[in-house]
């Protein structure tokens, strides 16, 4: 059932920079061997590939190109509605495209709103609080110790080991410097000291397919507690990833309920991945939902669903399939060379 097939995406190489950017500007973005995998992973189902990078000349190029329908993997490049920026053109065109419309995608990037709807729908979430400037201290009524981040980034962007903080002093310090580093409101959250899992679901509505959950560990012998996954850990390798994790039946099935919850509490479409985390009393508490989740080589999503026996190449023509079905795609009658 080929088609012809844009592939939005972002490029690591092409990220804007100031000059005085963090070390991890760059890190939601793609390589040029992710893109390339998913083409051609594309192409083996007989579909033609047009190639579409992030950039304002999207709709032209989707003019010329007739394209039936966009495997989008964009993040747009600035603000917490970026995610959304490719996904609303592509509707502007009357063009399907895969996973989740520009509300769900802006929603679930700005996480104290993520956590809002989680709250009122009665997932449970740690209590936070949003900082936006100095005068926001005051009005911070958390218990130590306290995780910051920036609101609106993703792929451990603006996290540090230095983002568990123990007192007022950590606290001022570590939120000032993401507030100048990053520029966007900072989210507080009550630290959970437990273990740290992530769940890959495929589907729509109420037929989901919930993959295996993953548990992310140290390779060090070191406490949940005292394990953050952070920048560093990332970018040195001192994680490792066990799938299925090593957890009792009825903590795996309150895991993959909260992400499940979590998946059509924000009304996600074909893919998500959620991040999941146990208190000191070994329960587990919704952490953020990614409703645009990497697909490189390395990526979380594509390892818990190769644990589901589902290869990289499967994945990518479910995903496809999914978008292709929701948006009443016809089948060709004849394979595009």
């Given at each position: 059932m080929p088609f012809v097939v844009g592939l939005a995406y972002n490029l690591k190489k092409d990220c804007p920079r100031t000059g005085n950017d963090p070390e991890d500007i760059a890190?939601?973005?793609e390589e040029q061997s992710t893109v390339n995998r998913i083409?051609?992973?594309?192409?083996?189902?007989?579909?033609?590939?047009?190639r579409l990078p992030y950039g304002a000349d999207i709709p032209s190029r989707l003019k010329r190109s007739h394209v039936d329908i966009v495997f989008n993997i964009a993040e747009g490049w600035d603000g917490r509605n970026r995610e959304a920026h490719v996904p609303a053109i592509l509707e502007i065109c009357g063009v399907p495209y895969t996973g989740s419309d520009p509300l769900t995608l802006s929603l679930a990037l700005d996480k104290s709103l993520a956590k809002m709807v989680m709250k009122a729908r009665g997932i449970p979430t740690p209590k936070?609080?949003?900082?936006r400037n100095?005068?926001?201290f005051p009005k911070i009524n958390l218990k130590f110790p306290i995780f910051i981040k920036p609101a609106y980034e993703g792929s451990s962007k603006g996290i540090r080991d230095s983002c568990k903080v123990d007192d007022q002093d950590q606290l001022r310090q570590q939120v000032n410097w993401a507030l100048n580093t990053y520029h966007q409101p900072i989210l507080l959250?009550?630290?959970?000291?437990?273990?740290?899992?992530?769940?890959?679901?495929?589907?729509?509505?109420?037929?989901l397919q919930v993959f295996p959950v993953m548990e992310i560990r140290p390779k060090k012998d070191i406490s949940p507690e005292g394990f953050v996954y952070s920048y560093e850990t990332k970018s040195q390798n001192?994680?490792?990833?066990?799938c299925p994790a090593p957890i009792p039946k009825a903590l795996e099935r309150k895991i993959k309920s909260i992400a499940v919850r979590a998946f059509q509490a924000l009304e996600c479409r074909d893919m998500a991945r959620v991040d999941v985390r146990l208190d000191g009393n070994d329960s587990p508490f919704f952490l953020e939902i990614n409703p645009l989740p990497g697909l490189s080589s390395v990526?979380?999503?594509?390892l818990t669903a190769l644990a589901a026996g589902i290869s990289f190449e499967e994945l990518i023509d479910k995903i496809l399939m999914l978008a292709a079905a929701r948006a009443n795609l016809r089948i060709r009658e004849e394979a595009v060379l």
């Open positions: 890190a939601e973005y083409a051609k992973a594309l192409r083996a189902k007989g579909h033609r590939v047009v936070f609080a949003v900082v100095e005068h926001d959250e009550e630290f959970l000291p437990g273990r740290e899992f992530t769940v890959g679901i495929l589907g729509n509505h109420d037929d001192l994680e490792q990833f066990l990526s979380l999503f594509p």
